[in-house]
Structure formats: C-alpha cells, structure tokens
C-alpha cells in the first residue's frame, strides 16, 4: 500500500509538474488565459500544493508549518481551475463568475480556519481531530468543481464528436477533450469516494487503508489521462488519426 501510494504521489507531482510548465510556455507565446489558468492550476497543486500536504502529514519539525501553508497553493489552484471552466465554457454567465467567486470565499475560508487550527494543535489527536473536521470543506470544494469540469467537458466532447463525423473538427483535440473529461470526472469520482469513506463509513481502516488506495489508484489514471492529452506520443496521435480517418462520415 505504502509502495502503491508513494509512486501514485511521485508520478503525480512530476505529471503536473510537465503539463504545468508546457501549458505555461504555451500561455507566454499566445496569451491565452486558459492556458494561464490551468498550467496555473498544475504548478500550485501537483507541484507545490500536493507535496507540502504529504511533507506535512510526516511527522517532523516542519510539518505544522507544511501543513499550514499547503492550502494556500491548493486552494489558489481550485480557483484557477473554475476560473478555467468559466473561462471557456461560460465566458457570459454571470452564475458562472458567481460560482467561481464562491468557490474562492469557501477556500479561503478554509485556509484561515484550517490554520488556526493546526496552529494550535499539538497531540497527534488533536491533529486528526483537525485534519477530519476541515477536510470536508476543500473536499466539497474540489468535489463541485471537478464535477463542472468533467459535465461541461464532456458534454463539448459530445457536441466535437458529431462535428467530427461530417468533417468539422479535429480528430486530435476531440480525442484530448475526452481525456480531460475523464481526468476530470475521475478526479471528482474518487474525491466523492474518498469524501464517503472518512465520513460516512468513519472508521479507521477507511481513513488510513481504503482512502490511500482509492486515491492513489485514481493519480495513477489521472496522470495517464494527462499524459495523453497534453504530451501525446506521435504513435498515439497517429492512431487517433488513423480511427478518425476510417469511421464513416
């Protein structure tokens, strides 16, 4: 389990670490703000965020201060995230902006409770006291907008797929709108999940055995749903290509 976890993090933070800086670069050269938002995204929560909250979960000097400032860069991430999904599937809706802006009042409630919280904690009791309480809130939070994400993605990649059955669009960028709406919806699947079995079912073996698993075993599709999205190998685009170029029109 322990091995499982560890290699599901490092794949993790190294995926969105590569997809961070590309979609970055690619934001410099175009100025585009979707690019900005989501290599944002990736850079504040698989390569800084993520990690700070494991360093803080092991038990060191360090950790309260860990801790402490991991929600900052996740939770700035989250916002970058709905504002991405605002961005490009809602640019006009002024409910969408409003639940962006929600999103962002919630998270940053959590950051200020959260660590004042841990501040002041100082048993390992009261630290997983205060992990259970104030998980709820960042989980609810990544729980809605990976859910927008994934309904608004699929449901382009739906309307991108008859397009592209008469010729109109792109075999490759429908291809990697499917892969983002199932990184998208696999993230909220297992944030629902892992939600459900610390409490709902609340035991320990659920919180220690079954959250680390569920978890780790949904980066390990996350990251190949990204890898294939933002870095696809030439074969595999030329399958894509290649299954495009047969299916009737």
């Known amino acids: 389990m322990e091995i499982l976890a560890g290699v599901a993090v490092l794949l993790l933070c190294a995926t969105c670490l590569v997809v961070g800086v590309k979609l970055l ?17 990736f850079m504040l929560s698989g390569a ?3 990690p700070l909250s494991v360093i803080g979960a092991i038990p060191w000097e360090g950790a309260r201060l860990a801790a402490i400032v991991s929600p900052a860069f996740t939770g700035l991430a989250g916002v970058f995230l709905v504002s991405f999904t605002a961005h490009v599937f809602r640019p006009q809706s002024r ?8 999103t962002a009042a919630v998270l940053a409630v959590h950051l ?10 100082s048993t390992p009791e009261e630290i997983e006291r205060v992990i259970l309480q104030w998980s709820a809130i960042p989980l ?14 699929l449901r382009h990649y739906a309307n991108l ?3 592209l059955h008469v010729g109109l669009a792109d075999p490759v960028v429908t291809n990697r709108m499917l ?26 073996w659920a919180r220690t055995v079954l959250v680390p698993l569920f978890t780790a075993i949904a980066g390990i599709l996350a990251c190949l749903f990204l ?13 894509i290509e290649r299954r495009a170029a047969r299916s009737p029109s």
């Not at 409910?95 to 929600?102: C, E, V």
């Not at 200020?112 to 904690?121: E, S, Y």
């Not at 890898?227 to 399958?239: D, E, G, M, Q, V």
């Open 48 to 50: 800084i965020g993520y």
């Open 161 to 163: 797929r008859r397009r």
């Open 227 to 239: 890898l294939l999205a933002f870095l696809p190998p030439r074969a595999y685009r030329s399958l």
């Open 95 to 102: 409910i969408a902006w409003m639940l962006a802006g929600a």
């Open 112 to 121: 200020v409770g959260h660590g004042d919280a841990r501040l002041h904690a």
């Open 140 to 153: 609810l939070a990544n729980a809605f907008y990976w859910s927008w994400t994934a309904w608004e993605t």
């Open 25 to 41: 670069l690619l934001a410099r050269r175009t100025g585009g703000q979707p690019e900005l938002f989501l290599g944002l995204y």
């Open 179 to 204: 892969l983002w709406g199932l990184m998208s919806f696999t993230s909220a699947g297992v944030v629902c999940i892992d939600a459900f079995l610390m409490y709902v079912v609340g035991t320990e």
